[in-house]
């Protein structure tokens, strides 16, 4: 199957009353689990590219890797860039055959923002590449971009109303409260803002930094509007358990294959319920 667009994904999924995952590739192991994770459970799904792994992996292979896995998946497979940083970043990817970007101004004044947003919409829409924007800060570490926990604040739903009105973004990425990498404690996220601004603005919602948030916080989540759940960190933690146990079974391996191969299966595992919880699955 060709690679298809995020917002495609959405539409389905708001009809439906479900969230697509949208799982960050880093590797070759890590872009097949997502791919079989999702054949196995039949659900649409969306691979992702952090600046982080555009620097590992390089876009060519990460294009590459990706369209292979759609090609050889009978699932719906969307490429999408994670927090893009500048509009030339977009552009470059686009001309990869990205088939969906963000643009990440949350750190920018909301008339910069908007401004930045509208540009990329400009260039993506008329070929089908769908949009995220970002309003309100993630805390954690995402990329290059570093927000104090404590000065993470949150999305105001009448910014958001006036972002989502003047640039048409297919999709918005929101601050309720969750954070990117391992929990210190539990995520407290403020639910009345989610539903405030889902109500508002009409478009499906971005939930970021979703791993650790209890699944009981993530299906409330999902039946107020979010659409697109990103985890990254419990991928990490799954594929790394799978490897490190292997070393630690046996010191002395030294096949890659060996070592990677259990990641793999780990990681395929935790995206399988991920997928479940997400109520993505059977939906392909
Ligand atoms: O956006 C959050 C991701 O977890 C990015 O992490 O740049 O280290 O790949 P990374
Ligand atoms: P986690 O690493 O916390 O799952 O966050 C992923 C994310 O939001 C990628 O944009
Ligand atoms: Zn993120």
């Not at 101004?105 to 004044?109: A, H």
């Not at 010191?251 to 096949?255: F, G, H, K, L």
């Given at each position: 199957m060709a690679l298809v667009s995020v917002a495609e994904l959405l539409a389905k999924a708001e009809a439906g009353g479900y969230a697509v995952g949208a799982f960050n590739a880093n590797n070759m192991e890590i872009v097949q689990a997502i791919a079989m994770a999702a054949e196995k459970e039949n659900s649409p799904v969306i691979m992702q590219a952090s600046q982080g792994a555009i620097k590992y992996a390089g876009l060519e292979y990460i294009v590459g890797l990706v369209r292979i896995a759609a090609e050889t998946t009978h699932v719906p497979i969307a490429l999408h860039l994670d927090h893009g940083t500048s509009f030339d970043q977009v552009v470059r990817c686009i001309r990869s055959g990205f088939s969906s970007v963000m643009y990440d101004?949350?750190?920018?004044?909301l008339e910069e923002n908007i401004r930045i947003t509208q540009k990329v919409i400009e260039i993506s829409r008329p070929i089908g590449v769908s949009v995220e924007g970002e309003l309100g800060h993630i805390g954690g570490t995402e990329d290059d971009i570093s927000v104090d926990e404590k000065d993470a604040h949150y999305t105001d739903p009448d910014e958001a109303l006036t972002f989502v009105r003047e640039t048409g973004v297919d999709a918005l990425a929101i601050g309720i409260g969750t954070a990117h990498g391992?929990?210190?404690g539990e995520p407290k996220l403020d639910f009345e803002r989610l539903e405030k601004i889902s109500k508002l603005v009409n478009v499906p919602i971005v939930l970021h930094?979703?791993?650790?948030?209890?699944d009981e916080a993530i299906r409330r989540a999902i039946s107020l509007g979010v659409r697109k759940v990103n985890i990254d960190t419990n991928i990490r933690e799954a594929f790394v358990a799978g490897a490190r146990k292997v070393l630690e079974d046996n010191?002395?391996?030294?096949?890659p294959r060996k070592i990677l191969g259990p990641g793999k299966e780990g990681a395929i595992e935790l995206i399988r319920e991920k997928i479940r919880l997400f109520g993505s699955g059977g939906k392909a």
């Open positions: 101004g949350s750190q920018l004044p391992q929990y210190k930094g979703s791993s650790g948030v209890p010191p002395a391996e030294i096949d």
